[in-house]
Nanobody
Framework: QVQLVESGGALVQPGGSLRLSCAASGFTFGNYAMSWVRQAPGKGLEWVSAINRGGTLTDYAESVKGRFTISKDNAKNTLYLQMASLKPEDTALYYC???????????????????????WGQGTQVTVSS
């Protein structure tokens, strides 16, 4: 049974930091590129960050570049998102998602369409407020 379980969400003050985790099971985590996608209250899905299956290539939305860091530990089957300098507009439900890369080690997906991912988690809530 495939599972992606996010954790680490919390209420944090503006300027604070959080680290989200996504524990994967039921599939070969090291063969998949991973992404974080978020959904703010009343808004659509927004792609946040992506990483290739080997964890050597990363990409970020302009809104989080320089503040968020994505990483992937294939030995622990876990994806991370280190978030710093948090802003109220970062408030959202954060999802991790897996995308098959075929034979490419350099591929990652930067879309926000849930149907284009192979696996999708249940989300963890991040609220940034004073």
């Amino acid at each position: 049974q495939v599972q992606l379980v996010e954790s680490g969400g919390a209420l944090v003050q503006p300027g604070g930091s959080l680290r989200l985790s996504c524990a994967a099971s039921g599939f070969t985590f090291g063969n998949y590129a991973m992404s974080w996608v978020r959904q703010a209250p009343g808004k659509g899905l927004e792609w946040v960050s992506a990483i290739n299956r080997g964890g050597t290539l990363t990409d970020y939305a302009e809104s989080v570049k320089g503040r968020f860091t994505i990483s992937k530990d294939n030995a622990k089957n876990t994806l991370y998102l280190q978030m710093a300098s948090l802003k109220p507009e970062d408030t959202a439900l954060y999802y991790c998602a897996a995308k098959s890369t075929g034979s490419s080690n350099n591929y990652y997906y930067t879309g926000n369409s849930k149907g284009r991912y192979d696996y999708w988690g249940q989300g963890t809530q991040v609220t940034v407020s004073s």
